[in-house]
């Protein structure tokens, strides 16, 4: 699986991929504990590194299932929904499906803290305190959409330093609920606008607003059509 997810130099454009692996290990804490930073209801996520073929390495978080893929088939099932979202321009964190030696498949990704810090994000919060956090939710679910999955608020993680917004970090539910119709996926936008993300009515009406002029052409449609419908 060769998704690009590591940047080998910042004045380089070429990114390392998930074939020129040649070693993951966990990092421990003093106890010899592994060092978790977070997790979700599918999985918890650990420090780790990763030892590439020209012999650099790099510190990542790896996310191993609570219900280990063994199965090469389940974990291009999660890698595919990480080309689909890059292909549609959400800013995931760069990521990508990794085997370990025990055969056991794992999610790494970019790496958000430190051992000794822990993680600048914060572990499942799911109210997003800033009204322009909100606005960038709504941009990169609008993206999830376009790419054809289900747009869900808990895809979300949120920055400790309410500054820097949110990411695009679990996608177990893209995975889980599969592909959808424009109309039900717009549907779902809808509800999760006015339900998660506004707290007025004039912030809904904004926030569908960047929805419709973040969407592809038959989503767009759709949207329309439930903004019309709650003007009414």
Not at 17 to 30: E, L, M, N, R
Not at 214 to 226: G, I, M
Request: glycine share 6%.
């Amino acid at each position: 699986m060769g998704l690009r997810f590591l940047r080998r130099k910042a004045s380089e454009k070429r990114w390392k991929t998930a074939s020129q692996v040649k070693g993951i290990t966990f990092s421990k804490d003093k106890y010899s504990g592994l060092v978790r930073i977070g997790g979700t209801s599918k999985g918890d996520v650990y420090v780790g590194r990763l030892r590439f073929s020209d012999g650099s390495v790099h510190r990542v978080a790896i996310k191993k299932f609570k219900e280990p893929i063994l199965d090469v088939a389940r974990a291009q099932v999660y890698q595919k929904v990480i080309n689909d979202l890059v292909k549609a321009g959400v800013r995931l964190p760069k990521m990508a499906m990794t085997k370990l030696p025990s055969g056991e498949w794992v999610q790494v990704s970019q790496l958000f803290g430190s051992t000794r810090k822990g993680s600048k994000i914060v572990d499942k919060s799911f109210y997003i305190e800033t009204r322009e956090a909100r606005k960038e939710a709504v941009v990169e679910l609008t993206k999830i959409a376009n790419a054809g999955y289900y747009p869900t608020r808990d895809s979300f993680e949120r920055f400790k330093d309410i500054s820097k917004g949110i990411i695009p970090f679990d996608l177990d539910n893209q995975v889980s609920l599969g592909k959808s119709s424009p109309a039900k996926l717009a549907e779902h936008l809808a509800w999760q606008i006015g339900n998660n993300l506004s707290t007025t009515p004039q912030e809904v009406r904004e926030l569908m607003a960047i929805a419709i002029k973040s969407a592809d052409f038959k989503l767009k449609r759709q949207l329309k059509k439930r903004l019309k419908n709650y003007k009414k």
